[in-house]
């Protein structure tokens, strides 16, 4: 018999996630969603893969829940694999369906390219990259836009944050709006925002995150999602 308690709650641990990795994933009906008024305000996320939307959806989540806010996710790239890209749409069709998010597409297949190397290598495609997405932004005119940060190490995160950056630059002083800065592959070196999620909003990221079968059912990282938010207070305290 252990001296401590500590083993059976590490053991029950490791058995929930082995337990939780073998749940269904994806297909559930829409968690229930207030209506949304005429005049609602928007926030506008900007996804650079599928699945990020809801990775790092906790304060869209918050503000479609609370604060009835219209969120709209841009599909920035459809992935790298040509194979897959269509697919993957459809993946991230059912996780927006599910928290209640709409669903805007770029062009055909999601946009190529979205790297800080593609932006100084070509810089006549990253124009017409960043066009498609100021006429997003312009048309739309969200409250709030959501994007990475600009060290989030990852290629085409990086990429999406200089893409958003130089569409707000072509639209120019006649629109404003408040940014938020997320982070996955690295943290803000300064944060100033800390976003608390009930433990149902957290379900629900993580049942969102599983509608995306082609990348959860080589790694169940959906099921991670409890102990990064648990690592992020940490890092706040």
Not at 59 to 76: D, Y
Not at 100 to 116: A, K, R
Request: aromatic share 8%.
């Amino acid at each position: 018999m252990s001296a401590h308690p500590y083993h059976a709650f590490v053991n029950d641990f490791v058995h929930g996630l082995s337990k939780a990795c073998k749940f269904r994933q994806g297909g559930f009906p829409p968690a229930p969603c207030p209506p949304l008024a005429l005049d609602t305000p928007k926030t506008m996320v900007f996804s650079p893969h599928p699945d990020d939307e809801s990775i790092i959806g906790a304060l869209p989540l918050r503000l479609r829940r609370e604060a009835g806010h219209q969120v709209l996710v841009v599909a920035v790239t459809q992935g790298s694999k040509p194979e897959r890209q269509a697919e993957r749409l459809v993946e991230m069709q059912g996780a927006c369906g599910f928290l209640g998010f709409d669903l805007l597409t770029t062009q055909e297949n999601g946009l190529s390219g979205i790297s800080p190397k593609a932006r100084q290598a070509d810089p006549a495609a990253w124009e017409d990259a960043a066009a498609i997405v100021a006429q997003l932004i312009f048309e739309h005119r969200p409250h709030i836009i959501v994007l990475p940060h600009e060290g989030d190490q990852h290629s085409t995160h990086q990429g999406t944050h200089f893409l958003v950056m130089d569409a707000l630059r072509r639209i120019g002083p006649y629109y404003a709006c408040h940014l938020v800065l997320t982070e996955f592959w690295a943290a803000l070196p300064d944060p100033n925002l800390m976003v608390e999620s009930t433990q149902a909003d957290v379900a629900d990221l993580m049942a969102a995150i599983s509608f995306h079968r082609g990348e959860v059912v080589r790694n169940p990282y959906h099921v991670l999602l409890p102990s990064w938010m648990a690592d992020n207070v940490r890092r706040g305290s």
